[in-house]
């Protein structure tokens, strides 16, 4: 999984980006009132905001345990990330929505048709470029997974929701361009609001989208099992351990995993001598595996251990 500098420097790039191409696009909006040009401009504010945001989030998210969050905060960066996909549906695809009705209501030609072309093709330059370092970033994390399968297994949403909003800008870029060209060449500028409703509608189904995931993740989604294959390993291997019979797993952040193990010591072992091996437990889970940040562990023999992931299986619908 990425450490959150590669996450910054995504960032960064979109911020830098889209608030170039706000400027630009609301300048161009203005000269010609064109309203996909409008919505456009909106669109790469509020991913502008957004970036600052998921910033701001992972910032949150890296303060240290206190007495009122004993376990961190790092679930900070699933609750803004849930904030910026509330806000790309209101503010982006809503405005862009309410443009695109108010100009097929009352249509206006656009003026300097050439000046949207330009601004147009520069922010499809900038937004491309955003987008290609969202991509890469994105590549590392996925490794050899599929591409939707890599985002519904992610922890970190900060790179995914730079990659949907950027690849959303792009087509709401396409939209755009197919519109005022239409406009343009048909002589109805009712297909100019016709293009703001279809930006809209793709901001609309990318807020859906991201907030789904982020929603998962606010709820608390388990560890991959690589993870906690790795973990009752480690656990198994200790002498004083008999069975490693299960672990129960949640993420609070991208690299923050709070663990609980099901163990059945061996049964000679003293009180003193099972105190032991789960500080040496703790031990080398902090050397090899750093992102289990708690741990707990339940004496438990193997029998209640499957009893109890059974009735867990049924109430989630598995066999």
């Not at 009180?271 to 080398?284: F, K, Q, S, T, Y």
């Amino acid at each position: 999984m990425a450490a959150h500098g590669g996450s910054r420097k995504v960032i960064y790039a979109a911020l830098a980006g889209n608030l170039t191409i706000a400027l630009t696009k609301f300048a161009a909006a203005f000269f010609t009132g064109s309203s996909a040009m409008l919505s456009e401009g909106v669109h790469s504010l509020v991913d502008t905001g957004n970036g600052g945001l998921l910033l701001y989030g992972m910032h949150r998210a890296a303060r240290p345990p206190d007495l009122m969050h004993p376990l961190g905060h790092g679930r900070e960066l699933y609750f803004w990330s849930f904030i910026v996909a509330l806000l790309v549906f209101a503010l982006g695809a809503g405005v862009s929505f309410y443009e695109g009705v108010m100009h097929i209501m009352a249509p206006e030609p656009v003026a300097n048709v050439k000046v949207n072309y330009i601004v147009l093709g520069l922010a499809f330059l900038f937004e491309g470029s955003s987008w290609w370092v969202a991509l890469k970033e994105f590549r590392k994390q996925k490794g050899g997974l599929g591409w939707l399968k890599a985002v519904q297994l992610s922890k970190d949403p900060s790179v995914y929701t730079v990659l949907f909003e950027d690849s959303a800008a792009l087509l709401g870029l396409v939209v755009a361009f197919a519109g005022i060209l239409a406009a343009e060449l048909l002589d109805m500028p009712e297909l100019d609001g016709a293009a703001s409703i279809g930006i809209a509608m793709i901001l609309g189904a990318t807020a859906i989208f991201l907030a789904r995931e982020s929603k998962g993740l606010l709820l608390g989604e388990t560890a991959s099992p690589e993870v906690q294959k790795k973990l009752l390993a480690i656990a198994q291997q200790d002498p004083a351990v008999q069975r490693a019979n299960g672990v129960l797993t949640v993420h609070l952040g991208p690299e923050e995993i709070v663990a609980g193990l099901s163990i059945e010591f061996e049964d000679h072992l003293s009180a003193p001598e099972i105190e032991a091996c789960v500080e040496r437990l703790e031990a080398r889970l902090k050397k090899e595996m750093p992102e289990i940040t708690r741990l707990f562990v339940k004496p438990q023999t193997a029998g209640t251990w499957e009893r109890r992931r059974k009735a867990m299986a049924e109430a989630s619908g598995e066999d």
